[in-house]
């Protein structure tokens, strides 16, 4: 399994905006083939971050996201509202 944890800082007054693209973006991404988790998680104290926790089967499901037009789309649409690039980390699933 492969986990990406993404961190998204939107432009302050954003927020709303953005959490309406990223559901319209969930709802695909999630019947996607090799998707198995894909939440939007609020900071707790500052509404401008979020936290994105994706999981996947393998690479090529993540490969594939990437390719996707839904996600295309959603990236084109909410550049503008990114206070910054997003940074996204990668994790392998261990048997533990």
């Keep these: 399994m492969v986990v990406l944890v993404a961190t998204v800082n939107v432009t302050n007054g954003k927020s709303e905006e953005f959490e ?3 559901h319209k973006l969930a709802l695909k991404v999630r019947k996607d083939p090799g998707a198995i988790a894909y939440v939007l998680h609020r900071h707790a104290t500052d509404p401008n971050q979020y936290l994105v926790f994706e999981k996947y089967k393998d690479n090529e499901a ?4 990437a390719s996707t037009p839904h996600f295309q789309e959603f990236v084109k649409k909410t ?3 990114m206070a910054k690039p997003p940074k996204v980390n990668a994790y392998q699933e261990t048997d533990v």
Excluded: A, N, Q
């Design 20 to 22: 309406r693209e990223f």
């Design 62 to 65: 993540v490969k594939y996201h």
């Design 79 to 81: 550049s503008t509202i």
